[in-house]
């Protein structure tokens, strides 16, 4: 394996401008052994969970806006990818803030974006849907697979896009 510098080449150790070790409050060994990391995470979450519904409003909003951008400018790389932004954090944060319905929906839409033959192959319409099933989701609190209508939504969106996708994948 060849490198990518020789040892002639001249390098510059970056020092971080704070020592972060200051930071950290060193335990006792009778503390230490006390110590659960994993209820201290737990307890952090639940400080934390008050905000999640909050956070899933950003991110449903934060996809609403990538795709009235798209509507507004076209079906283009630079839009696609905002939206496609979007809807892959709200797959990503959705099951730990406590929406795994939604980040299934945003799976699948990131799925239809990602397998498209090009940008411009996708359908504007079912990308409208999907955002409005996620925004719709997120508002009405349709949290997993015990929302009935939520779950019903998913698998005629999944429905859909594969449809649609096969039926692209023969003509391109």
Not at 1 to 17: G, N
Not at 57 to 63: A, D, P
Not at 132 to 155: H, P, Y
């Amino acid at each position: 394996m060849s490198s990518d510098f020789t040892d002639d080449e001249a390098y510059e150790v970056v020092k971080p401008p704070k020592d972060l070790r200051k930071k950290v409050r060193i335990m006792s060994p009778r503390e230490a052994k006390n110590f659960d990391p994993v209820k201290a995470a737990e307890t952090a979450l639940a400080r934390l969970s008050q905000n999640f519904d909050g956070w899933m409003v950003n991110g449903s909003k934060e996809l609403h806006e990538a795709y009235e951008n798209l509507a507004a400018n076209g079906i283009n790389a630079e839009t696609v990818g905002r939206l496609y932004q979007a809807a892959h954090n709200m797959k990503g944060q959705a099951a730990t803030l406590g929406y795994p319905l939604v980040g299934d929906v945003a799976g699948s839409l990131c799925y239809l974006i990602e397998e498209v033959p090009s940008p411009s192959d996708l359908p504007k319409s079912l990308l409208a849907q999907y955002v409005d099933a996620i925004r719709a989701m997120v508002s009405e609190n349709a949290r997993d697979q015990q929302n009935a209508l939520g779950t019903a939504l998913l698998a005629k969106l999944n429905e859909v896009t594969n449809d649609y996708l096969s039926q692209v994948r023969t003509i391109g």
